[in-house]
């Protein structure tokens, strides 16, 4: 009995010598692929020395005797950081991402192949201008030139989500950068899944006129009268179910409600403190670690410029140099209709157009799967653009049988010259010559502000699609393709985008709210952002007379919901301080105490408070009550409230407290009704998933920041260290956004959100800040993998100066790069 005693023993403990051996092997090659920033690097591709500085947030201060070895040290710095991350998006660029991942991405690749991204890409190379094909060119050699290094001196193939996935990598392109470029416009993009959830609600809606309610406009001048979708399109089916969109982290395509949000605002001399002009940025996206955004600054010939980049892209997206200032916020531009192309009955391969039946412009395309056998599928062009699948945002439902959909989109385009804009801009001296770059401007629109040292600007920039005055639906439905009042007619020219100059306020801004009001088809857009962030700005903006960058950051970092303060006292009305004395555990009692903190909130949406769960449980558990019997199954597709809705509801605009009424029960609900059961819902859900202490809750609990690794954060025991997690305060409407998930089981998770975060200050520039979501390194084990993360957490920045003794003096590491024939 001793010795078998003995034996297990002895087996139990090689065991766990052989676990921590592998642990500390694991460990070992995934530390090979830390990158060492300060050392020195011979190589033919720079012509003469280029330094990379970092400074003690890990940001890069490059500088270079020439622009192209400036954006060679860039692409250089991307890859030593981010290569994992940039070769991801190539990968979903290109629709290749099932040869690593197998199966579960190869919806999200055909959808890929069939928008033709990559290949769209390609053809763009040869119309960006000299400038901007040098800056291309010479960053793909410095990702290049890394993944070189790596190969050459073993070091653990450059991250160590590669050692899991070992595909080989292939050499940087400057069509990889353009295609990164245009991944970047898919996932702000989201009037395509607009339209085909308004087709679907007006099928659904037994009263056409309620179509207005749950789908709102923006506050301001209304639009005329749309026809029903089902007149549009005969034969629409009446009700399809809900086909789910890829389930995948890596999937490009936003989910309803996160294609794109923002903040931005300048102030002019005039308004501020210091005598400088003033701009804010903080554009949203989904939340991931590493965070999309990266902090760089590169020293130019035409000087200095610092701010966010996308690895993958050779420009600022968002920063400033001494002079100019410039931010982006998505414009929600129409540049996307969905078109219903209707087939030739007697050949599937024809299409109607308004000069009769024509053939689909067809390629076959090869899809490889990892440990499965490839697959073929055929790729289908119109005139419109390109016909894509009944699965993709449940275009099927609304498809009748003999047609399919196709899309036009502005960023459908082989002439697209958005780099060359980008490049350009970083190279302006002053607000005209940013506004004369931004010409160049394709895809995603935007919403460029602008500040240099004396003027401030707001500019939309991106191409807007030039539709006839008569077109059926104006954009808002899928309309039939082969009517040609319905078709495309080009674009406006540059001009025609709405900006504003030097207003006369003196501060310019957008939260993705309504900037303009034109008839169509001038009209820019029928579909907003946020109409609820503006109302806050506004407040803050001209509550001062002048304001200093610590206003705005603290503008910024604001965290009260207008939403919160315009919609309780509707619905609550009639149930503040009411009903009798209840005994402590009864259902009257929790309410009761629900509507006693409530009534003592100014709306702050901070972490450490109750009352922003209660508040967000109870207009959710309202808004599913309200359309859940008209719309049935599809009130799954409201993940979200909207506060226009409700605010409609219960201030019954245009009859519509209809919706308060259950049209199955035999009683006649009001919307009091309504309010009392849905905070009983409400309660009831946060007591199972919280417990009945109504006091101790804590609404970043709920709200937590999950920024997660898209590949690594869903394997066991690794998604600890990968993932990064935090409470945060703000919601979905206040200037301190951080949209919820709105999808069980935890709703409330904040998953979009300001990646990025800047100040400038141009009466003293380098007192400017700026921070990222996490840390500038893409590898676990860096310490600059999530360095960042609490400080933005915290509403707390960086020096964002563009002093090079400050850098040099605060270094953690310089990469010296050197052509073969450079003597030191």
Known sequence: MASIIQWLLRIASGLVILAVVTVLFVYYLASRSLPNYDKALITPAVTAQVNIVRDNANVPHIFGESDQDVFFALGYAHAQDRLWQMITLRRTAQGRLSEVFGRRTLEVDKLLRRLDLYTLAQQSVSAQDADTTRALRAYANGVNTRIDEINVSSLGRGAPELFLFSQAIAPWQPADSLAVQKLMALQLSGHLEEEVLRARTSLALKDQTRLSDILPDAPGAGVAALPEYADLVHDAPRYAASIPMPDTPLSPFPQRGLAGASNAWAAAATRSASGGTLLANDPHLGLSAPAIWYLARMELSSGGVIGGT????????????????????????????????????????????????????????????????????????????????????????????????????????????????????????????????????????????????????????????????????????????WRAENRWQGTFPYVSNPGFVSPVGGIVGNTNNKVVERPFPLHVSFEWGDSQRIQRWQRLMQERQVHTRDSFVETQLDTVSFSARALLPLIGADLWFTGEAAPDGTRERQRQRALTLLAEWNGEMNEHMPEPLLYAAWVRALQDRLIRDDLGPLADEFTRVEPLFIERVFRNVDGASHWCDVAQSAPKESCTDMARLALDDALIWIEERYGTQLESLRWGDAHQATHDHQVLGEVPLLKYFVNIRQSTSGGDNTLQRGRTSGSAPDPFHNVHAAGYRGVYDFADPDSSVFVISTGQSGHFLSRYYDDMAQLWRRGEYIPMSLDTELARAAAVGVTRIKPPQARD
């Open 310 to 481: 996308i690895p993958g892209i050779p420009a600022i997206l968002t920063g400033r140099s001494n002079a100019l200032g410039w931010g982006l916020t998505s414009s929600y531009l129409d540049d996307q209709d969905v078109f219903i192309e209707k087939l030739n009955p007697n050949n599937p391969e024809e299409y109607q157009t308004p000069g009769g039946y024509k053939r689909f412009e067809t390629r076959k395309s090869i899809i490889h799967i990892k440990d499965e056998s490839p697959i073929t599928i055929t790729l289908r062009w119109t005139d419109n653009g390109p016909v894509l699948p009944g699965t993709h945002y449940n275009l099927a439902s609304i498809t009748p049988k003999g047609h399919v959909a196709s899309l036009s989109w502005t960023a459908l385009s082989g002439q697209d010259t958005s780099t060359t804009a980008a490049v350009a801009l970083m190279r302006a001296q002053n607000v005209k010559q940013a506004l004369a770059a931004a010409e160049a401007y394709v895809s995603p629109s935007q919403n460029l502000t602008l500040a240099d040292q004396e003027t401030i600007a707001l500019k939309l920039v991106g191409a807007m699609p030039r539709r006839d005055a008569r077109h059926q639906s104006q954009g808002r439905l899928p309309a039939p393709g």
